[in-house]
């Protein structure tokens, strides 16, 4: 079973990677889409996959504090094969996660970097 993990800005804009997104769903072609059920690019991903019929696994946060969201970012990463994190280039911007600047800093970035300790496969997208 091909599970795959969409995340990133809860910024992010439909019309700016609608196009994209769907793209790489239809690439991919996963039999369930891994979210964290947040604003942005984790809707996005909800509704593109209930648009293809794809299935959709969604981990929410019991809490809205750090421990709630981590034990969340912790089941994506767990529950997925491949992970795609969205994000919004801004070349101004300092990103913790990373130790470097290149795009505004998302809580997928935590999520993107635990994923890859597990060795999932995971790609940034900059929109």
Not at 50 to 73: A, M, S, V
């Amino acid at each position: 079973m091909n599970r795959l993990a969409i995340i990133g800005s809860s910024n992010i804009k439909y019309n700016k990677c609608y196009g994209s997104m769907g793209a790489i769903i239809e690439m991919e072609e996963p039999d369930i889409i891994v979210s964290g059920g947040a604003y942005g690019a984790d809707k996005i991903s909800e509704d593109i996959a209930k648009e293809l019929n794809i299935k959709t696994d969604i981990y929410l946060p019991k809490t809205n504090d750090w421990d709630g969201y981590k034990e969340r970012n912790i089941l994506i990463a767990e529950n997925c094969d491949k992970l795609y994190n969205f994000v919004i280039k801004d070349d101004k911007s300092y990103c913790y996660h990373h130790k470097r600047g290149g795009h505004i800093k998302s809580g997928g970035c935590w999520t993107e970097n635990y994923a890859k300790q597990l060795g999932k496969q995971v790609k940034v997208i900059e929109i």
